[in-house]
């Protein structure tokens, strides 16, 4: 699954959906994340730094985990100041990996369904935390996402079966998980459409969804999505996301 992360495809999805939706998603993130001057904030899976750049400008401290050498090396080039630090790692390997210093903030976006045992990252974060505001925050794909995106790709092939499951971890993993390691937990949804104009913007979104959007199988589904955008007049697909906020 983590394939699908290189730079160059991650920051054209990341593009490719600002366009598509409004400015909510973020201010829901922000709201969830609740950033503050005195924060020391740890971000699992920082990518291209969506978050984690603004939130650099607000909190006291801020230490990107990511495992891809690559974005590591792409995020490291964007840094904003001095009290923002990118580490090459594995959240998997969170609780072994001596971070330094103790975090008021652990919080993954869109990440942590990559991890091979995301509860035994929750609880890892957990350990992590200090302070009267400690929290971690999760927000991730919630059941109905990308539903019509992948049954329409079922048409052409199969979705590979991980892919298709991605909605459903965080209600059956990571809620659990912190139910078990919090002592409050608090769950919000956000749901919002993804609008493409046009088939040639639908398809970059396809070329960015590597590897389960398959290349060599590009042309069919181009001509697929072609006739369903000429009788809908625009392509969209439907985005949920669950966001979570545990507190010891």
Request: charged letters at 25%.
């Amino acid at each position: 699954m983590n394939r699908i992360n290189t730079p160059g495809q991650l920051g054209e999805r990341t593009a490719l959906n600002r366009d598509g939706a409004s400015a909510d998603f973020d201010h829901f993130v922000r709201g969830l994340l609740e950033p503050s001057p005195d924060d020391v904030a740890l971000d699992l899976g920082p990518g291209l730094g969506r978050q984690m750049i603004p939130l650099a400008g607000v909190v006291r401290r801020i230490v990107g985990l990511d495992t891809s050498p690559e974005m590591t090396a792409a995020l490291r080039q964007e840094l904003p100041g001095p009290n923002v630090e990118v580490i090459q790692g594995d959240m998997d390997d969170l609780a072994d990996l001596g971070l330094d210093g103790r975090f008021t903030l652990v919080y993954s976006v869109y990440s942590l369904y990559y991890a091979t045992r995301p509860a035994r990252v929750v609880e890892a974060a957990r350990r992590l935390l200090t302070g009267s505001r400690a929290r971690v925050v999760v927000l991730a794909p919630d059941v109905g996402n990308n539903d019509g995106w992948f049954a329409d790709l079922g048409e052409l092939y199969p979705v590979p079966a991980d892919v298709l499951e991605v909605p459903r971890v965080c209600r059956s993993v990571v809620l659990p998980a912190l139910l078990g390691t919090f002592r409050s937990v608090v769950c919000a949804s956000f749901w919002n459409t993804i609008r493409f104009p046009t088939v040639d913007a639908l398809m970059r979104y396809y070329d960015a969804c590597a590897p389960y959007c398959r290349a060599d199988r590009r042309t069919e589904a181009l001509e697929h999505f072609r006739t369903l955008v000429e009788r809908d007049g625009s392509y969209r697909i439907e985005k949920r996301t669950l966001g979570l906020v545990g507190r010891p």
